[in-house]
């Protein structure tokens, strides 16, 4: 191809651009009259007798006239009302969706909920301390045999847990009483001091005078309070450990026996042992050694937004790395401590009881810090919450397929639930799946009309001064 060829195709391409621009001014600017084409349509009564008047930066602002933001201050522009749907004033365009769609994006809503609240917080942390727990000595009240030893030292037990079992002939002698005892009771009164005075005095006169009238006295009350009553010795077996279940066994006839299991009287360690089966043991003998849990304290540090909130004696629970799903419960010792401006962070401290070989300072545990609770609050799923730089809303469900992205204030969290301060009423549904393609659609929608009102202005005639 010659250059004057070149010339002659680059020329067409330039009329033809020109063309279209023209045709477009043609079409799309302004009469003379101050509308447009569109605008002296067939339906240009209709049209602005059915208008609505937004914001094309906040597409929430909506008005029945013409004005002006509150907000930016920007003009409002007119749009045709069967291009909005109607829902809160204070959220963003309604979005419309065919059950169909929302069946294959899995829409689904829930009422938002009352519930009680409780700020909880984890951080980590390190031993610092740990105070050895108090001694307690197990000792035998009376000579027995051991028979059998239910724990080894060293291991862990709870208060009653079984650690010897011991074959004591005072403790079965004692439950031979009790039956005797009560026994006695259920037969006729024996005689008083006052009903034996006067058979002694007659004893004497008939020839007893060998023996005084108080000697023979005192052989009568004294075999009558031989046997000690069934209240006492019921209390003597009820400090060996016997319930009324048991006391209820041996009455309707159960047999003795000098079996005794000795049983630990805290939670803690056992840290000793000093019997074995078949050993002999005497009265007050020690059988074996228990420890109470050591008091462990653990410094941690917690992000100085939380700090704010934490109190002494609040709940904690510390988990430890070798069995980090046993909590283990404690308090706040020392809420603040000190702060960290490096980290910015601020140490707090935290004691809680533990067996002490569980333990040991400088150990890295995981605690957890709760606050006290708020009762009756209004709460969603932390899912159903869309945040971004400026600010956080939800999206709720206006019924017929309709829904709407509406801005609310963001509290309190916790177990996966968030705190709404402000923005949803009673009976409002709120998407908790799906909810990012609504508000990507009613963005969308935001955006056509910014953009449709930037057109407006660019197509606007231009104020030329007349001349003079």
């Given at each position: 191809?010659?250059?004057?060829q070149?010339?002659?195709?680059?020329?067409?391409?330039?009329a033809?651009f020109?063309?279209?621009?023209?045709?477009?001014?043609?079409v799309l600017?302004?009469?003379?009259?101050?509308?447009?084409l569109?605008s002296?349509?067939?339906g240009?009564?209709?049209?602005h007798?059915?208008?609505?008047w937004?914001?094309?930066?906040?597409?929430?602002?909506i008005?029945?006239e013409?004005?002006s933001?509150?907000?930016?201050?920007?003009?409002?522009?007119?749009?045709?009302?069967?291009t909005?749907?109607s829902g809160r004033?204070?959220?963003g365009?309604?979005?419309?969706l065919?059950?169909?769609?929302?069946?294959?994006?899995?829409?689904?809503?829930?009422?938002?909920?009352?519930?009680?609240?409780?700020?909880?917080?984890a951080?980590?942390?390190?031993?610092?301390a740990?105070?050895?727990?108090?001694?307690v000595?197990?000792k035998?009240?009376d000579?027995?045999?051991?028979?059998?030893?239910?724990v080894?030292?060293?291991?862990?037990?709870k208060k009653?847990?079984v650690?010897?079992?011991v074959?004591?002939p005072?403790?079965?002698?004692?439950q031979?009483?009790?039956?005797?005892?009560v026994a006695k009771?259920?037969?006729?009164?024996?005689?008083?001091?006052?009903?034996a005075?006067?058979?002694?005095?007659a004893?004497?006169?008939d020839?007893?005078?060998?023996?005084?009238?108080?000697?023979?006295?005192?052989e009568?009350?004294?075999?009558s309070v031989a046997?000690p009553?069934?209240a006492?010795?019921?209390?003597?077996?009820?400090?060996?450990?016997?319930?009324d279940e048991k006391f209820?066994?041996l009455?309707?006839?159960?047999?003795t026996?000098p079996?005794?299991?000795?049983?630990?009287?805290?939670?803690?360690?056992?840290?000793?042992?000093a019997?074995?089966?078949?050993?002999?043991?005497?009265?007050?003998?020690?059988?074996?050694q228990?420890?109470?849990d050591a008091e462990?304290?653990?410094l941690?540090?917690?992000?100085?937004?939380?700090?704010?909130w934490?109190?002494?004696r609040?709940?904690v629970?510390?988990?430890?790395?070798h069995?980090?799903?046993?909590p283990w419960?404690?308090?706040?010792?020392?809420?603040r401590?000190?702060a960290?401006?490096t980290s910015?962070s601020v140490t707090?401290q935290a004691?809680?009881?533990?067996?002490?070989?569980l333990v040991?300072?400088?150990?890295?545990v995981?605690?957890?810090v709760?606050g006290?609770?708020?009762?009756d609050?209004?709460?969603?799923?932390?899912e159903?919450?869309?945040?971004?730089e400026?600010?956080?809303?939800v999206v709720?469900?206006?019924?017929d397929g309709?829904?709407?992205?509406?801005?609310?204030?963001?509290?309190?969290?916790s177990?996966?639930?968030v705190?709404?301060r402000?923005g949803?009423?009673?009976?409002?549904?709120?998407?908790?799946?799906?909810?990012?393609l609504?508000?990507?659609?009613s963005s969308?929608?935001?955006?056509?009309?910014?953009?449709?009102s930037?057109?407006?202005?660019?197509?606007?005639?231009?104020?030329v001064?007349?001349?003079?």
């Open positions: 191809m010659s250059s004057a070149r010339v002659l195709v680059a020329i067409g391409l330039l033809a020109g063309a279209g621009i023209a045709l477009d001014r043609l600017v302004q009469t003379g009259t101050g509308q447009t569109e002296i349509s067939d240009d009564l209709h049209d007798q059915h208008a609505t937004v914001c094309p930066m906040h597409a929430e602002i008005a029945g013409p004005g933001c509150p907000i930016c201050g920007m003009d409002l522009v007119q749009v045709a009302n069967d909005l749907e004033e204070d959220g365009p309604v979005v419309r065919a059950p169909g769609v929302m069946h294959n994006f899995a829409i689904r809503s829930e009422p938002f909920e009352r519930a009680p609240m409780a700020r909880i917080v951080a980590a942390g390190f031993i610092r740990v105070k050895p727990g108090q001694k000595n197990v035998v009240a000579a027995a045999v051991v028979t059998a030893v239910s080894r030292a060293g291991r862990l037990v009653g847990d650690l010897l079992v074959d004591m005072a403790f079965e002698q004692l031979k009483d009790y039956l005797a005892a009771e259920a037969e006729p009164r024996l005689a008083t001091e006052d009903d005075a006067p058979a002694i005095a004893e004497a006169e020839g007893g005078k060998d023996q005084p009238a108080d000697a023979k006295m005192e009568k009350i004294t075999a046997v009553d069934s006492s010795l019921r209390r003597r077996l009820a400090a060996f450990g016997w319930t209820a066994v009455e309707a006839g159960g047999a026996s079996r005794y299991e000795i049983r630990a009287p805290i939670d803690g360690q056992l840290l000793k042992l019997v074995q089966p078949g050993d002999s043991v005497e009265p007050g003998q020690e059988l074996a228990v420890t109470t462990a304290t653990v941690a540090d917690l992000f100085q937004r939380d700090s704010t934490i109190r002494a609040d709940r629970q510390v988990f430890l790395p069995s980090p799903t046993q419960e404690g308090f706040i010792d020392k809420p401590m000190h960290n401006p910015r707090v004691a809680f009881r533990v067996p002490q070989p040991h300072n400088g150990m890295y995981k605690i957890k709760y006290d609770p708020i009762p609050v209004p709460t969603v799923p932390r159903a919450l869309i945040r971004t400026n600010e956080t809303r709720i469900a206006l019924g309709r829904f709407q992205a509406v801005p609310v204030q963001a509290g309190l969290e177990g996966g639930r705190h709404i402000s949803l009423k009673e009976g409002d549904e709120v998407v908790v799946s799906g909810q990012f609504i508000d990507s659609e969308l929608r935001a955006s056509f009309l910014r953009l449709g930037a057109a407006q202005e660019s197509d606007a005639p231009a104020d001064p007349s001349s003079p």
